[in-house]
Every structure is written in structure tokens, then in C-alpha cells.
């Protein structure tokens, strides 16, 4: 069956300037610019304000929209204005994540590279490999070792390359040829 439209409204904060052509989605706000692309989907994006003529206050919003769609291609209008909100909310107040060191036997040995650049893995289940994780740009990694010792900080505005670079992590700490309960590497927790 097949839906006429679809839409999703996300509204914009009064400091967030947003600006939409061609599908590229342009977020600027008190902590940086975003550029997102989404030419790869089928839906028009348009960035609408209105104002109320008793307040004269302006509202505006972005409209994400799908004409003529099947059921599993709805999917795209909530993906794609969920990516616009984290776009916001990147921009507004950021995302900070907190990695959790956890081992067993072998005290796992962490230095970081740089200012925050880069991260050395050292002693990862005994072995001799010193492993370099770099980060991708705009993250940036602190360590508070008078609070909590084996915890990371990752900060950044992009929602995507935060997870794209955890997802680094877990690749670099991939174990093969032993079984998955001697493997305890890393925790995310907030």
C-alpha cells in the first residue's frame, strides 16, 4: 500500500541558523557548524519560518517529506529529521561519552597522543602490540586520572563520528583465537 505523504517537523531553536540546499543541510549555532548530506534519500527537506502576527514572534522549523512512499521507505523521514535533531543538539550543547576501561588479569595501559589527538593501547590481554587509535577530526579525548582512573572522555559535536569512532576501538581491540569471556576491553557508559 502506498502513503500519499509523509512528513516530520523538527523545530528550530532561536541561536540555530539552519540553511538546506540541494539536500545538504548546513547547522551553525554558539559551538560550530555541522554540513550533513542527504542526497542519497528520496524526501524534500525544507526549511520554513512563520511568523504570528499578534506576538510577532517567528517560528521556524525544518520539514523532512515523502510523497508516493511504501511502508519500509517511511523509514527515511524519522531517520533523517532524527539526524537533523542531533545536528541541533551537537551544535547547541554537544556529546560527551564516557569509556570505562575494564580487565581482568592484564592491567590494560593507556597513554594519550598529543592533546588529546590519539590514544596508545598497551598490555591488551598480555600482549607485546602497542596499539595507536587516532581520532577522527573534531573529537577530542581527556583523561582525568585524580577522579577515576581508567576512564576516557570523548567530546565533540557530531553525534556520527563519536560512534564511528568508538566503533575504531572495537576493531583495534578485536581478539581472535581466544573466547569471548576472557575479552572485557571497553565499556561504554554514558
Request: net charge positive; proline share 3%; charged share 25%.
Given at each position: 500500500?502506498?502513503?500519499?505523504?509523509?512528513?516530520e517537523h523538527?523545530?528550530?531553536?532561536?541561536?540555530?541558523?539552519?540553511?538546506?540546499?540541494?539536500k545538504?543541510?548546513?547547522?551553525?549555532?554558539?559551538?560550530?557548524e555541522?554540513?550533513?548530506n542527504?542526497?542519497?534519500?528520496a524526501?524534500?527537506?525544507?526549511?520554513?519560518?512563520?511568523?504570528?502576527?499578534?506576538?510577532?514572534?517567528?517560528?521556524s522549523?525544518?520539514?523532512?517529506r515523502?510523497?508516493?512512499?511504501?511502508r519500509?521507505?517511511?523509514?527515511?523521514?524519522?531517520?533523517?529529521?532524527?539526524q537533523?535533531?542531533?545536528?541541533?543538539?551537537?551544535v547547541?550543547?554537544?556529546?560527551?561519552?564516557?569509556?570505562?576501561?575494564?580487565?581482568?588479569?592484564?592491567?590494560?595501559?593507556?597513554?594519550?597522543?598529543?592533546?588529546?589527538?590519539?590514544?596508545?593501547?598497551?598490555?591488551?590481554?598480555?600482549?607485546?602490540?602497542?596499539?595507536t587509535?587516532?581520532?577522527?577530526?573534531?573529537v577530542?579525548?581527556?583523561?582525568?586520572?585524580?577522579?577515576?582512573?581508567?576512564?576516557?572522555?570523548?567530546?565533540g559535536?557530531?553525534?556520527?563520528?563519536?560512534?564511528?569512532?568508538?566503533?575504531?576501538?572495537s576493531?583495534?581491540?578485536?581478539c581472535?583465537e581466544?573466547?569471548?569471556?576472557?575479552?572485557?576491553?571497553?565499556?561504554l557508559?554514558?
Amino acid at each position: 500500500m502506498k502513503y500519499i505523504l509523509t512528513e516530520e517537523h523538527v523545530p528550530i531553536p532561536e541561536k540555530i541558523e539552519i540553511t538546506q540546499k540541494s539536500k545538504v543541510v548546513k547547522v551553525k549555532g554558539p559551538r560550530g557548524e555541522l554540513t550533513k548530506n542527504f542526497r542519497h534519500s528520496a524526501l524534500d527537506i525544507q526549511v520554513s519560518k512563520k511568523v504570528n502576527k499578534k506576538n510577532n514572534v517567528a517560528k521556524s522549523r525544518v520539514s523532512v517529506r515523502m510523497w508516493q512512499s511504501y511502508r519500509k521507505q517511511r523509514c527515511q523521514v524519522n531517520s533523517v529529521a532524527s539526524q537533523i535533531r542531533n545536528m541541533i543538539r551537537g551544535v547547541t550543547t554537544g556529546y560527551k561519552f564516557k569509556m570505562v576501561l575494564a580487565y581482568a588479569h592484564f592491567p590494560i595501559i593507556i597513554n594519550l597522543i598529543g592533546n588529546g589527538q590519539g590514544v596508545e593501547i598497551k598490555n591488551f590481554l598480555g600482549e607485546k602490540i602497542i596499539r595507536t587509535i587516532k581520532c577522527l577530526p573534531g573529537v577530542t579525548i581527556t583523561r582525568n586520572e585524580a577522579e577515576e582512573k581508567n576512564v576516557l572522555t570523548l567530546q565533540g559535536n557530531d553525534f556520527e563520528q563519536r560512534f564511528t569512532h568508538l566503533c575504531t576501538y572495537s576493531l583495534s581491540l578485536c581478539c581472535q583465537e581466544q573466547g569471548y569471556q576472557t575479552i572485557l576491553g571497553w565499556n561504554l557508559c554514558q
